[in-house]
Nanobody, 121 residues
Framework: QVQLVESGGGLVQAGGSLRLSCAASGGTFSSLTMGWFRQAPGKEREFVGAITGGDITSYVESVKGRFTISRDIAKNTMYLHMNSLKPEDTAVYYC???????????????WGQGTQVTVSS
């Protein structure tokens, strides 16, 4: 059983930056595919990006060039570096873990509790 805990959300002005963290425990972190999803009020949960066990990253088109996913194997922690934030990035951000890469939230068995990111204009 994998446990995930996100941190680092908050309120930031448009154009600003935030770094989200996702601390994992209870699994073989280096072999998992880790993903970031977000959900804005009244909208479906949206894939943001993911990093595979081979450290291959992918992103939804709307965040390419602004968001970067990385992870520290020694700390069992994944990060989402968010730059040039826009008001439309406002959402609850979730980290997730699974055994294979997918952009669908259905493929990820383990989830964190979510952290709120609010971008003011």
């Amino acid at each position: 059983q994998v446990q995930l805990v996100e941190s680092g959300g908050g309120l930031v002005q448009a154009g600003g930056s935030l770094r989200l963290s996702c601390a994992a425990s209870g699994g073989t972190f280096s072999s998992l595919t880790m993903g970031w999803f977000r959900q804005a009020p009244g909208k479906e949960r949206e894939f943001v990006g993911a990093i595979t066990g081979g450290d291959i990253t992918s992103y939804v088109e709307s965040v390419k060039g602004r968001f970067t996913i990385s992870r520290d194997i020694a700390k069992n922690t994944m990060y989402l570096h968010m730059n040039s934030l826009k008001p439309e990035d406002t959402a609850v951000y979730y980290c997730a873990a699974g055994t294979y890469y997918s952009t669908s939230h259905l493929a990820y068995a383990f989830w964190g509790q979510g952290t709120q990111v609010t971008v003011s204009s």
